[in-house]
């Protein structure tokens, strides 16, 4: 059996069970972590693993290795899985504290995650931090200027700001 996530997946697409089984001891554990950071609750979070596991099983045909890493690949399904269970967007996003805000803009930034070329990966990490945050909550996890305002504790006019400021320092990094 393939020993890297890409060729297990592949596998998983052909039916493979037992490549199934070493996907789901291998990139388990770190899918139950971002599924218990979204959730909160532990016993959500495992029905919410679960049901990225039967995604992954479901959607493995569609996985492309050349568009970027499998791992990437699972972390997107679980946060797709993760934001559609969701009760309330905007409760839910108004309730995370700087953790886990930080630890959602790190774990995008720090992954190989397809959507994020390392040139913008790096440019991201050139922002001031209230810019990064504002940009990937807003850009990547769909959150409004007013949830930003009451999840940072700002005026929207403020978050307004940051944004275009952050987006005009991207391109200017991007182009250069």
Known sequence: MTDDLEGQLELVA????VAFRAIYNTAGPRLLSICKRFMR???AANDALQEVMFRIWEKSPLFDRSK?????????????VLINRLPDKQTSAISLNSDEIAALVDALTTSRDPSLGPDLRRCLGELKE???QCVILAYH?????????KL??????TIK????????QLQTCLSQ
């Open 14 to 17: 052909a039916g493979d069970r």
């Open 41 to 43: 609750d532990p016993e």
């Open 68 to 80: 970027g890493d499998a791992m990437a690949w699972m972390s997107t399904l679980a946060r797709n």
């Open 130 to 132: 209230d810019y990064r």
């Open 141 to 149: 996890y769909g959150l409004s200027y007013e949830e930003l305002a």
């Open 152 to 157: 940072r504790s700002v005026p929207v006019g």
């Open 161 to 168: 700001t940051w944004i275009h400021r952050a987006v005009g």
